[in-house]
């Protein structure tokens, strides 16, 4: 019969093994603003991300105003490697956003998460100062209330004090940079082949080696 003690190391052997499974589940986690990039700036750079063959959660549904984080976006960001977080002109309004910023930078504290931000159509000095639409106040509401406003307004100065990207005109330039940057800040990517097939070993030698370059660039 096992001892207690025996079991519990058991135990955290399981739940570390998982825990490390499940972080690998997603390359990237999106977090934006849907009614500001939605269907512009997000929606290109996920379709690149995907074209490097890299593995990126975007949420496809807009959270009702006031409601806090869905659990399927607690586990996406969880289980991501890195954060692209866009700020936009209207990202500071949404209390989803700002509570996805939140577990993000725990994850860049707690789990060596990367976080890039991408500064979209915004000055980085008005999300750090948080001026204009990055202002934040108190509301009679469940959800702005002094604690969490005073935990958003850190949130925001923390994320810009980050190096990022700002897009102030045509963004292919920027899309190709953020790849680049993602790419070669995750590491190289693994090619898998079935087994026994013929000839193939050395074009795989060929793969593997550009994959595991450094500064790699996709266009």
Known sequence: MASSSSTGVMASSSSSAAAAAEACIYDVFLSFRGEDTRHSFTDHLYHRLKRAG??????????????????????????????????????????????????????????????????????????????GSFALEVKPSSRWTYHNVDLWKRALMEVANLSGFTLSGHETGILKKVVDTIYNKLGPKDVHLPINITGMSTRYEEITSWLDQSNLEFY
Request: hydrophobic share 35%; glycine share 2%.
């Open 54 to 131: 890299i593995h990126t959660f975007r949420d496809d549904e807009e959270l009702p105003r006031g409601q806090e984080l869905k659990p399927e976006i607690e586990r996406a960001i969880k289980a991501s490697k890195a954060s692209i977080v866009v700020l936009s002109e209207n990202y500071a309004t949404s209390t989803w956003c700002l509570d996805e910023l939140l577990l993000i930078l725990k994850q860049r504290r707690e789990c060596n998460h990367f976080v890039l931000p991408v500064f979209c159509h915004v000055e980085p000095t008005n999300v750090r100062n948080q001026t």
